[in-house]
């Protein structure tokens, strides 16, 4: 499976949950695949059909997007095409029935309605799987309802045996649900990754629409625009859409438009003109969003509030799918907020209609928010998570201003109280200001004592402070139908009960930039300034003057070889791999095949014409060749370092796997790319020895995965009573029970000499037993770090030692060299090398020399080289590996 991903896909190693996926899919089991946008879900049902050499069908609801992915499959000489509305060629299903290709995309409406021959005949040429992308849109709890998605269970009479895989990036517990039924999957393996896209920047503004403030963006845009990555703008409206796309234009910065009530051709038209990088900002509607995968897209903005939390993550996940950094900003007005009613027109049914509306209403908590966003995203798509601050959203990293707000708070309160609860937020607001329209007087609310008493604020500062009094949950809203009413929870009822009946407590909250705007009255026009951070220096950290210089010769160079056949630029390679192409500088195809990204076709057909320019740019830079790649990326630029001098690099990374990515212990055990997994006790031992050479852990979340508990401590500290010494570890947990492990001491010992108190981090009870006593006894008593090594010495299958499974390279493999005491020393020919290779796990170059030691160390090194050129094998972690 590794060798097809570096063959075609020029990847070393898979993203979480891919290999697993890809094994299930290959035992022909369902699966289910609810992860991230930009995680790389594709592949997941791109390498079946590659190992087993049947075709996948792969369901998909837009046209335009089964055409982005088969021109970046046939880049990578992957047969691939598409059946539905605008195939004009009339042999793919011919050709795709009998099974020539690897992939075959279809809309749904195609495969519901095409013949059950078309299935019989493809099946008897061989079907390796059927993937439904976008799955939400089965649901009608989904953000997408699509009707011919629900029919899509009809196949299985046609497919049996199949595998259906169906994935998705936005699934709420509910829409999974509803995926699986329909899809009628039975005893499905369900894959849920985590939601965070940790290279993305999230950020929020109020902003009053009109000509000022797109004059102002499109300034901000064009300083960046030339030398970033892509842009797109989403509008809610076809007219913003529009009027944005005018003044880019007028500005002469190439943008294109795109939205539902252009003809399908001119959409096409400008599609194809964005991905290609003919086009540097798309302006859009919703319409162009869904699995749009131009890696090199660094900011997304959204120009009014989205219909949905959903769509907005959608549609900011196109942003910094190759993991650099990049930027998603969100402009909104309060004027957005009144357009449920628009969005709940397009429900039939009155399930539609609520879910509409609850993710509309989730999408204005996201605008209104002065805590972390990205946490907010997270735990909308039922992410658990330990972190209180993401450190790279708007909320996050800029100060806030905060002060008592428990007056106005007392004010707001008692009015929506006082109006009865049945209320939308429109009511209380004129109430406090003191209108005497016809339904007040109608009401008798102008008799209320709070009536007129809040003239001092304008009613969208009083709107926003409501929005804050609704996220720490001292009001609630309630849904019904169409109608959104106000009321006090029983945290507010509390808040008034109290401030009539002792002094009023303080109400500190954050002074938001709407209410700033507000109360200074300078609401002006142009706060885009400053917004948009300098894109154009994102993401060369390290480059030199040269080194840049060289990547845009670079990029030129991929642009014209894209326009040469015809394809995008991002389809030849990638900004990321072109970033390292530039920091290596490669002189061989050899070096340049190794390179992460660079895969077998890139190298077969534009390799030497890259080896040329990079040879000709790098003379008249002046820059050497064959460096080391360290392109930062935003992961690592935001939170840490890349290494932490005091820890072995395999620490190091599994620090960085929980801390950074948030992942769990057992997914680090099991973590692609190593030769064979750590055990989970190495891991958390791993992670307490970071925290002792001082990188951050969280601890609460350490302690809970372990299940160190205050009562396990307590223990431990009568052990360490007893025993008189906390030098060594057996004597403390011979006085402990049984299920207190090694682990657990180790925690506890550690947290005693960082200073981290145990009552502030722990939970007092074991919040489940099982787990945590099943967790910590899971090869956790042994003492830790053993090598586990119980292979017979004289065996000649190399071993894999520490060192390997860490991930650091060997500096030998452990291949036994043994030559038949009677033969002739073997000698270095391709077939030899070759069919050498095959019958270990890895061999490193000076074990290869010893063993054809009858050549030349030099002739082993060419032919090694000619063989990596070739795709015959591969080299990863200083090891030689077949493909
Ligand atoms: N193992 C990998 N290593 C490096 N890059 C990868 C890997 N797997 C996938 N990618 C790249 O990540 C990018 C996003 O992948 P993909 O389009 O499959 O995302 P997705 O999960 O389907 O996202 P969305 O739901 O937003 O459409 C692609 O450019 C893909 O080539």
Known sequence: MESTLKRYFGYSQFRPYQKEIIEMVLDGRDCLAVMATGSGKSLCYQIPPLVKKKTAVVISPLLSLMQDQVMSLNQRGIKADYLGSTQKDSTVQCNAESGRFDI?????????????????????????????????????????????????????????????????????????????????????????????RNNLFYGVKSFARGMAFVDELVNEISKYVATSGSTIIYCTTVKDAEQIFKSLESAGIRAGLYHGQMGSKAREESHRSFIR????????????????????????????????????????????????????????????????????????????????????????????????????????????????????????????????????????????????????????????????????????????????????????????????????????????????TISL????????????????????????????????????????????????????????????????????????????????????????????ITKIRPSTKVRLANIDGVNQHL????????????????????????????????????????????LSSAKFDAWRLWQNNRLSIQEISHFPGRSAPIKEGTVILYLIDAAREGCEISWPRLCKDIGLTQEICSKIEGAIAKVGSRERLKPIKEELPEDVSYVHIRAFLTM??????????????????????????????????????????????????????????????????EHESSAIPPEATDTALLEWLTKYDGVDLSTIVEYFNDSKEDVVVNLLGSLESEFLIYKKNGLYRVM
């Open 277 to 484: 990088d003919d086009l540097h900002v798309m302006v859009a509607t919703i319409a162009f969003g869904m699995g749009i995968d131009k890696p090199n897209i660094r900011c997304v903005i959204h120009y009014g509030c989205p219909k949905s939390l959903e769509s907005y993550y959608q549609g900011s996940g196109r942003c910094g799918r190759d993991g650099l950094a990049s930027i998603c900003w969100l402009y909104y007005t309060r004027s957005d907020f009144a357009k449920a009613d628009f969005y709940c027109a397009e429900a039939d049914t009155v399930k539609q209609r609520q879910a509409i509306m609850e993710s509309f209403m989730a999408a204005q908590r996201y605008c209104l928010l002065t805590t972390c966003r990205r946490r907010f995203l997270l735990e909308y798509f039922g992410e658990k998570l330990t972190f209180t601050k993401c450190g790279n959203c708007d909320n996050c990293t800029s100060s806030k201003m905060e002060r008592d707000m428990s007056r106005e708070a007392l004010l707001l309160l008692t009015c929506i109280r006082s109006c009865g609860g049945h209320w939308g937020l429109n009511m209380p607001i004129d109430v406090l200001r003191g209108s005497r329209s016809k339904r007040i007087v109608d009401n008798h609310f102008d008799k209320l004592p709070s009536h007129g008493t809040g003239k001092d604020y304008p009613p969208n500062w009083w709107k926003a402070l409501a929005g804050q009094l609704i996220a720490h949950g001292y009001l609630k809203e309630n849904v019904q139908d169409y109608f959104r």
């Open 752 to 817: 005693q000499d960082l200073g981290i108190s145990t009552k502030d981090n722990l939970d007092p009870q074991p919040s489940n037993p099982e787990l945590s006593a099943s967790q910590t006894n899971t090869n956790l008593h042994s003492p830790p770090l053993t090598a586990c090594s119980n292979e017979n010495p004289t065996r000649k299958q190399p071993r894999t030692d520490e060192s390997q499974i860490e991930g650091t390279p060997s500096k030998k493999s452990h291949v036994i060299v």
């Open 489 to 580: 929870s029983p945290t507010g009822q509390q808040f008034l009960h109290s401030s009539i009946t002792v002094d009023q407590p303080q109400l500190i909250l954050t002074v938001t930039n709407e209410m700033v705007d507000e109360e200074e009255h300078r609401f002006e026009q142009g706060n885009a300034k400053g917004d948009l951070q300098n894109l154009a220096s994102l993401g060369f950290e390290g480059f030199s003057e040269a080194e840049v210089k060289l990547y845009h010769m670079l990029l030129e160079m991929r642009m014209n070889l894209a326009k040469n056949t015809g394809t995008a630029p991002y389809a030849i390679c990638g900004d990321q791999t072109i970033k390292k």
């Open 104 to 196: 075959l995309y279809m809309t749904p409406e195609k495969a519901c309605s095409i013949s059950p021959r078309f299935w019989s005949n493809l099946s008897k040429a061989g079907i390796c799987l059927l993937a439904v992308d976008e799955a939400h849109c089965i649901s009608e709890w989904g953000h997408d309802f699509r009707k011919e998605y629900k029919q899509l269970d009809a196949l299985r009479e046609h497919l049996v045996d199949v595998p259906f895989i169906g994935l998705t990036a936005t699934a709420t517990e509910k829409v999974r649900q509803d995926i699986l039924r329909s899809l009628k999957m039975t005893d499905p393996y369900i894959a849920v990754g985590s939601f965070d």
């Open 603 to 646: 190298v077969a057909n534009y390799g030497d014409h890259i080896i040329q320019t990079i040879n000709d740019m790098v003379q008249e830079l002046k820059l050497s060749r064959d460096g080391v790649a360290t392109v930062q990326t935003a992961i690592t630029k935001r939170v840490m370092p890349n290494s932490h001098k005091g």
